[in-house]
């Protein structure tokens, strides 16, 4: 097993209606459809990407 740390997060709500870049945000971050999950090493650019995009994901 990996020592790295992770973070899991869910796309918990609708991209549909937000700003570009927000959405560009959640491709970068690997998620597609409604209630995708994805796991991400746990690194400053991935958490200010989860921060920029809070309103959209939940991280488990």
């Not at 991209?15 to 209630?35: Q, S």
């Amino acid at each position: 097993m990996s020592d790295k740390k992770t973070l899991t997060v869910k796309l918990v709500k609708s991209v549909a209606g937000t700003r570009e870049d927000h959405r560009a945000t959640v491709r970068g971050l690997g998620l597609r459809k409604l209630n995708s999950q994805r796991t991400l090493e746990d690194t400053p650019s991935v958490r200010g990407m989860i921060n920029k995009v809070a309103y959209l994901v939940q991280v488990l």
